[in-house]
């Protein structure tokens, strides 16, 4: 009985080791002259800023940014225009994906994501 417990137990944590999902973050924000894409690995508190690695307050930022992404909708568009602004954020979390995607339409609190790049020297 002992044994079959123990042996349950080393494979449970296997499988979970395998199969758990990290938390991730990417995002990205391009217009006519300027284009910016951030990787954020919570797990191992790393952040790369257009494939370099970049000093980022990484716990407060995710913080911030979760609340401000958690009222948009999953995708924006209007296709009226031809050149402007498109977006992305993508989160990885718990075994789910949340994506966030918008060009030339945006949320009502779109200007507190450009805040948060911006206070962060992502943008």
């Given at each position: 009985m002992i044994i079959l417990i123990e042996i349950f137990l080393i494979i449970s944590y296997n499988i979970k080791e395998v199969f758990m999902d990290k938390f991730k973050i990417k995002l990205g924000v391009s217009t006519?002259?300027?284009t910016i894409s951030l990787t954020i690995d919570y797990d191992n508190q790393t952040a790369e800023l257009n494939g370099e690695n970049f000093d980022l307050n990484i716990k407060p930022f995710v913080s911030d940014l979760t609340s401000i992404v958690s009222s948009w909708q999953n995708e924006m568009k209007?296709?009226?225009i031809k050149d402007g602004i498109s977006y992305f954020v993508h989160i990885k979390k718990d075994g789910k994906v949340y994506k966030f995607e918008g060009l030339?339409?945006?949320p009502n609190n779109f200007d507190e994501f450009m805040f948060l790049l911006e206070e962060?020297?992502?943008w």
């Open positions: 006519l002259n300027k209007d296709d009226s030339n339409k945006f962060a020297n992502v």
